[in-house]
């Protein structure tokens, strides 16, 4: 069975560029679920999707956007680079909401220089 | 407060010993809690989940929950090296599609 798949895993992208983080959830999984990761914020929550509808969506500017496809993959999208952005994001598969637990890819590391 | 708090740690203990990690929450009507384990590099594992009040057990992990004290904690017995990790205990929101995580808590298992 196939596990969580993120692409691509590393980004190096310039201040003021936009980038697009793609994720395919497990079989059969129809929540997908973004998080940042970095070391002075942890794990923040970015948004949620399910069936492709954004059903939550965390304190982040809205130069971040997400969106879900009919086959449950999913993409975010971080216009208008910041340095700030530099950190891991961390795609969640789950079956069918948060109270099933997360299955996570190994995610993007995206360095803004 | 924290929604989710940890002790960032580290925590140290020797090889063969038990690790006690603890969470506690402000969520008084959350019903699921689960334990991440994340080593360097790489990305969350789950390793253990628990509804109920009381102890689970699952190989050398326990989690224990006392939703009374909005506690929740993971001892891992006869530690290892390979446990050094950092666990990340997460709480799912209520009705809120999203799960909130501890910031971790760093442990170090010595040979």
């Known amino acids: 069975k196939a596990g969580v798949t993120q692409t691509p895993r590393y980004l190096i992208k310039t201040r003021g560029q936009q980038v697009t983080l793609s994720c395919s959830p497990i079989s059969g999984h129809r929540s997908v679920s973004w998080y940042q990761q970095t070391p002075g914020q942890g794990l923040q929550f970015l948004f949620e999707y399910f069936s492709e509808t954004q059903r939550n969506k965390g304190n982040f500017p809205g130069r971040f956007s997400g969106r879900q496809f009919s086959n449950s993959r999913s993409e975010m999208n971080v216009s208008t680079l910041e340095l700030g952005d530099s950190a891991l994001y961390l795609c969640a598969s789950s079956f069918g909401d948060e109270s099933y637990g997360y299955t996570f890819g190994s995610g993007t590391r995206l360095t803004v220089v | ?111």
């Not at chain 2, 080593?39 to 594992?45: A, F, R, V």
Request: aromatic share 12%.
């Open chain 2, 1 to 111: 407060q924290k929604e989710v708090e940890q002790n960032s740690g580290p925590l140290s203990v020797p090889e063969g010993a038990i690790a006690s990690l603890n969470c506690t929450y402000s969520d008084r009507v959350s019903q699921s809690f689960f334990w991440y384990r994340q080593y360097s590099g790489k990305s969350p594992e789950l390793i253990m989940s628990i509804y109920s009040n009381g102890d689970k057990e699952d190989g050398r992990f326990t989690a224990q929950l006392n939703k009374a004290s909005q506690y929740v904690s993971l001892l891992i017995r006869d530690s290892q090296p390979s446990d050094s990790a950092t666990y990340l205990c997460a709480v799912p929101h209520t009705g809120g599609f999203k799960t909130i995580f501890g910031a971790g808590t760093r442990l170090f298992v010595k040979a």
